[in-house]
Antibody, heavy 116, light 107 residues
Framework: QVRLQESGPGLVRPSETLSLTCTVS?????????WGWIRQPPGKGLEWLGS???????YYNPSLKGRGTMSVDSSKNQFSLRLKSLTAADTAVYYC?????????WGQGTLVTVSS | EIVLTQSPATLSLSPGERATLSCRASQNVSRFLGWYQQKPGQAPRLLIYDASNRAAGIPGRFSGSGSATDFTLTISTLEPDDSAVYYC?????????FGGGTKVEIK
């Protein structure tokens, strides 16, 4: 059974950097082309943040204004998101997902709160 | 950026009724449009990909249609378990975007 699991801090202070990791089990991260991050502020809709190919090439939402960086660690079957210069507007549930033509498998999501 | 506009915002129907959800794209996305279902506290679940193809394990009462800028998700016979928010998403080009969602309430 294929599973994706996000991990990271639940609380981050404003202006700091968020680091999230998605661990994939039951499937080789190198066997599928794209892996993505999507977030959802409380009570709001979905926002695509970026997608990364297993080779390491990444595509980002311009709304991040260059604050986001994604990476892949094939040896650990993980991919990661770093988001810097956080503000309260970055408070959201962050999901990682497998991206074929669309996002067909999702992690359960992790709530990240940006607050001092 | 392609903007996806979903309507209506909320749909309130009884079990057994037919639900029709709309998603309109600001630009032509061909058939590169998908639909997701999200229940409270859960991650979204892919229902339809490339406008009309059901994802694995999705019941036949869910169907999608459309192309270019106008798309429809139809739930032929509503069940209580279909109460959720439904989102459309395009993969026509970067950045990928989602619609604002349609909440389906079962009376």
């Amino acid at each position: 059974q294929v599973r994706l699991q996000e991990s990271g801090p639940g609380l981050v202070r404003p202006s700091e950097t968020l680091s999230l990791t998605c661990t994939v089990s039951g499937y080789s991260i190198s066997s599928f082309s794209f892996w993505g991050w999507i977030r959802q502020p409380p009570g709001k809709g979905l926002e695509w943040l970026g997608s990364i190919i297993h080779s390491g090439n990444a595509y980002y939402n311009p709304s991040l204004k260059g604050r986001g960086t994604m990476s892949v660690d094939s040896s650990k079957n993980q991919f990661s998101l770093r988001l810097k210069s956080l503000t309260a507007a970055d408070t959201a549930v962050y999901y990682c997902a497998r991206e074929g033509y669309f996002f067909d498998l999702w992690g359960q999501g992790t709530l990240v709160t940006v607050s001092s | 950026e392609i903007v996806l506009t979903q309507s209506p915002a909320t749909l309130s129907l009884s079990p057994g009724e037919r639900a029709t959800l709309s998603c309109r794209a600001s630009q032509n996305v061909s058939r590169f449009l998908g639909w997701y279902q999200q229940k409270p506290g859960q991650a979204p679940r892919l229902l339809i990909y490339d406008a009309s193809n059901r994802a694995a394990g999705i019941p036949g009462r869910f169907s999608g249609s459309g192309s270019a800028t106008d798309f429809t998700l139809t739930i032929s016979t509503l069940e209580p378990d279909d109460s959720a928010v439904y989102y459309c998403q395009h993969r026509g080009n970067w950045p990928l975007t989602f619609g604002g969602g349609t909440k389906v309430e079962i009376k």
